[in-house]
Structure formats: structure tokens, C-alpha cells
């Protein structure tokens, strides 16, 4: 299985300061398309997961533009450019690549400082 | 508007089975697949695997092979999960969520998820 590692697992961030998660994947994540299939969720507290971002860096319908994906290959990084009280929640990449099976990262908690 | 809601909060023995419901509307059911991703109390979550609401192929997670079947009705856009030979780890909340075809604009993944399950295994 592709194992894939996030860090930080707990990101404390003041109020209108940037964040960043990085995960890890111990393949590539290319497909033979060419595509990469790695995205970002974020769960808040109480909610079930939504995806912020699909095939490296491009944001869902509604998603903030102060959410951005970037990477390629096995390293990949969520930012947020100026983090707000609600998005306070557990952060988890994921990989769609590997047909044996998707796997989530570990899953980085972000609070508020 | 696109939606998945699934069934009630389900309490089990351990050794039983449980089969959970997931309804679809708002889209056409078939052109998407359904993935089940399950999350112990205050873990992570955790794949279980996905089904075709085209033509039924399944793809599950090693370690439920075996103990997991899904299947879906096209009659009635519904997907379900079951999962047999239950234990206490398998005490979780259970989504359903939409699952794009790898040709798809987005690609492999869970677009639009459901409200959860809650299944708990105890004697």
C-alpha cells in the first residue's frame, strides 16, 4: 500500500497568519495519464469530511481562494494564505492514484493559538 | 441539490453484521462510484473501498476483504455497505461519498460525502 505522511500532525496558527501542511507519499503519484491524483480534505469539528482540493492544486466549487495546493511527484503542500477562525479542523491528503486502494495521510490538526 | 443521506445509528454484538444504506439524489447515480470510508472514535479516516453505480465492479481494502460486500440499487439510487463478523474496532462512524471516475474532470476521489453512521460493536 502507498503509505502517505503528513506533517505537522498539530499546527497551532494566530488568527490572519499563513499555514501549511505538507504530505508525503512513498510512491509517486502519477498515473500513466499523466494525472496526479493526490487531494486535500478538511473535516471541522462534528462534520464529515469535504474536499477542498482535487489533482494537486485545484480547488473545489466554493472552496476559498486562500486555499491553494501545490506539489508533484511524492511531496505535496495545502496552504492557507491567511488562516480564519473556521478553519479550525482536522486536514488529511489523500491518494487516488494507486488502484490498490486510496489512503489518507495521518491527518494534521489545526487550532487556533 | 446534490445530496447522499444514509441510514440511523446502528448498536451491534460483536460477530453480527451490519448493513448500512446510502441514498443518493440530485445526480445521475450511475455515472458516479460510491466510496466507504469509515473513522474510529477520534482516529483518522480510514478507506474501505469503492463500488461502480455503473455496472456494480468493486474494489475493496485488503484488510476487509472477505467481511465487506457493497452493492447498489439502481432503481432507487442507493448504495449500501455490509459488513459482517463484526468486533469492537469496528466501532466507527461510516460515510458514504461520490466518487468520480478517473476520466472525470477531478478525477479519483469523494466529492460530496454523507452525513455518517454511526455503528457500534458491543456485548
Known amino acids: 500500500d502507498v503509505v502517505m505522511t503528513q506533517s505537522p500532525l498539530s499546527l497551532p496558527v494566530t488568527l490572519g497568519q499563513p499555514a501549511s501542511i505538507s504530505c508525503r507519499s512513498s510512491?509517486?503519484?502519477?498515473?500513466?495519464?499523466?494525472?496526479?491524483?493526490l487531494n486535500w480534505f478538511q473535516q471541522r469539528p462534528g462534520q464529515s469530511p469535504r474536499r477542498l482540493i482535487y489533482?494537486?492544486?485545484n480547488r473545489d466549487s466554493g472552496v476559498p481562494d486562500r486555499f491553494s495546493g501545490s506539489g508533484s511527484g511524492t511531496d505535496f503542500t495545502l496552504k492557507i494564505s491567511r488562516v480564519e477562525a473556521e478553519d479550525v479542523g482536522v486536514y488529511y491528503c489523500?491518494?487516488?492514484?494507486?488502484?490498490?486502494?486510496?489512503?489518507f495521510g495521518q491527518g494534521t490538526k489545526l487550532e487556533i493559538k | 441539490q446534490v445530496q447522499l443521506v444514509q441510514s440511523g445509528a446502528e448498536v451491534k454484538k460483536p460477530g453480527a453484521s451490519v448493513k448500512v444504506s446510502c441514498k443518493a439524489s440530485?445526480?445521475?447515480?450511475?455515472?458516479?462510484?460510491i466510496s466507504w470510508v469509515r473513522q474510529a472514535p477520534g482516529q483518522g479516516l480510514e478507506w474501505m473501498g469503492w463500488?461502480?453505480?455503473?455496472?456494480?465492479?468493486?474494489n475493496y481494502a485488503q484488510k476487509l476483504q472477505g467481511r465487506v460486500t457493497m452493492t447498489t440499487d439502481t432503481s432507487t439510487s442507493t448504495a449500501y455497505m455490509e459488513l459482517r463478523s463484526l468486533r469492537s474496532d469496528d466501532t466507527a462512524v461510516y460515510y458514504c461519498?461520490?466518487?468520480?471516475?478517473?476520466?472525470?474532470?477531478?478525477?479519483?476521489?469523494?466529492?460530496?460525502w454523507g452525513q455518517g453512521t454511526t455503528v457500534t460493536v458491543s456485548s
Open positions: 440530485g445526480y445521475t447515480f450511475t455515472s458516479y462510484g
Open positions: 463500488i461502480s453505480a455503473y455496472n456494480g465492479n468493486t
Open positions: 510512491q509517486s503519484l502519477v498515473y500513466s495519464d499523466g494525472n496526479t491524483y
Open positions: 489523500m491518494q487516488g492514484t494507486h488502484w490498490s486502494g486510496y489512503t
Open positions: 489533482k494537486v492544486s
Open positions: 461519498a461520490r466518487d468520480g471516475p478517473r476520466w472525470s474532470p477531478s478525477g479519483p476521489g469523494m466529492d460530496v
